[in-house]
């Protein structure tokens, strides 16, 4: 059984993440997210040294909002979620989305 609190989407789109790496140098840079669902994803391409717990800024068209990093993975994935009060900035309605799809 999935313990996930969300139901995901598996697309793909460009975003524009930047924050501050472990070295405490600022980054910015472009990645893809993906497995996304209303409050968080997976980015994958992440080339900049980021740990688990920091914030990071991400961008998709003109919607930002901020994310804590959840995981980071040795191969540039990265998972995040959004902080509590934070706008939903994927641009596609999730919740309707999933109740056309249906669970069965």
């Known amino acids: 059984m999935d313990r996930r609190k969300e139901c995901r989407l598996d697309l793909e789109m460009p975003v524009r993440i930047?924050?501050?790496d472990?070295?405490?140098?600022?980054?910015?840079?472009?990645?893809?997210a993906g497995n996304v669902s209303a409050r968080g994803a997976v980015l994958t391409g992440v080339r900049s040294k980021i740990q688990a717990g920091e914030?990071?800024?991400?961008?998709n068209g003109v919607g930002r909002a901020q994310f804590r990093i959840m995981w980071i993975s040795l191969s540039g994935e990265a998972s995040i979620e959004a902080l509590e009060f934070e706008p939903p900035i994927w641009g596609i309605g999730l919740p309707k989305i999933f109740e056309m799809v249906g669970t069965g």
Not at 23 to 31: D, G, H, L, N, Q
Not at 55 to 59: C, G, R
């Open 18 to 20: 930047w924050g501050v």
């Open 22 to 32: 472990r070295m405490a140098r600022p980054f910015a840079e472009i990645v893809r």
């Open 55 to 59: 914030l990071l800024d991400v961008q």
